[in-house]
């Protein structure tokens, strides 16, 4: 088997990934930067959104395990006293494969030129200058006109991301959906919004289009990107799936309560 591994960058992180390395040699594994069948993520989260999107052409073909060296690590499994374990794990029993949705983001500028990302946690958008306007339509239909500081369109598992701190609810990562949270819309007499949280299922588009030509700040998870002559940003639950290589049980809600509630 071919595998690659990440690291966060860090010192503890960087001795890890080698120990792992060497010992997943010493089983006859072969490291593969441009093909791996497995990645390796030792860091955090951020760490496995980087791994993530390294390979978002090849997702059919990679599966994910994360180490966590010290941060939060919603995403990773495995603590740095067991990576002995993990790597006789990846070595010798045939593991299985977990998927979770992602978000598929189409940006569509006024030339018609699209740009498409996916997004394991989510899509924020920003105005760069001013409130955001933006009409929202849900499945070709204008739903409304948001004005505030931002919109956040996450998956079940980035629900427990930037989504959470919005007020937004934790989906479980069976639910193929994605959700929109708004970031301080105004309401008023003259301006409305729906205020909640919105979960939407497969097929159904969320579109974004603004209402006047400025520039827009947005996110695909850890990526930051700044967008000119914007006509329409589309989000919807993507083709693809992300797979997690599991070789041991964690199930999603277990995972909820040891990072926001008590280990
Ligand atoms: P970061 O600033 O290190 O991330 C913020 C925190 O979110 C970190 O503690 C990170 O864990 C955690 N996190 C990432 N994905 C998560 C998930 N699916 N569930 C629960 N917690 C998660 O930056 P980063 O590591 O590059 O991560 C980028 C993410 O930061 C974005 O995708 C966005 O969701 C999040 N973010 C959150 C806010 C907010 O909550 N107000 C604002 C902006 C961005 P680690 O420490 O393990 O990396
Ligand atoms: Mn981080």
């Given at each position: 088997m071919k595998y690659n591994i990440l690291s966060r960058g860090d010192d503890n992180s960087n001795m890890l990934a080698n120990k792992i390395k060497s010992s997943l040699q010493e089983f006859d594994l072969i490291f593969d930067e441009s093909e791996p069948e497995i990645v390796i993520s030792v860091g955090g989260d951020g760490t496995l959104l980087e791994a993530f999107h390294k390979y978002t052409h090849r997702l059919q073909e990679t599966s994910f395990v994360g180490v966590h060296t010290g941060h939060l690590g919603f995403y990773a499994d495995w603590k740095p006293d067991e990576v002995e374990k993990l790597v006789i794990h990846i070595a010798k029993t045939p593991f299985k494969i977990v998927e979770y949705p992602l978000l598929e983001v189409m940006i569509r500028h006024h030339d018609d030129q699209t740009e498409r990302y996916l997004a394991l946690n989510e899509c924020s958008v920003k105005s760069m200058e001013g409130s955001l306007v933006m009409d929202i339509e849900i499945k070709g239909e204008l739903f409304e006109t948001f004005r505030g500081d931002g919109l956040?369109?996450?998956?079940?598992?980035?629900s427990t991301a930037y989504n959470k701190a919005l007020?937004?609810?934790?989906?479980?990562?069976?639910?193929?959906?994605?959700?929109?949270?708004?970031?301080?819309?105004?309401?008023?007499?003259?301006?409305?919004?729906?205020?909640?949280?919105?979960?939407?299922?497969?097929?159904?588009?969320?579109?974004?289009k603004p209402k006047s030509d400025v520039d827009f700040q947005v996110t695909v998870d850890h990526l930051n990107l700044v967008q000119k002559q914007v006509k329409s940003i589309q989000c919807r639950v993507a083709e693809e799936k992300i797979r997690f290589s599991r070789f041991r049980p964690f199930p999603f809600w277990k995972r909820v309560k040891e990072s926001f509630v008590a280990e």
């Open positions: 956040c369109l996450s998956t079940p598992s980035g007020g937004g609810a934790i989906l479980h990562p069976s639910l193929l959906s994605f959700q929109l949270a708004e970031m301080a819309s105004i309401n008023n007499r003259v301006y409305r919004t729906v205020g909640s949280p919105l979960v939407l299922p497969q097929h159904h588009t969320c579109m974004l």
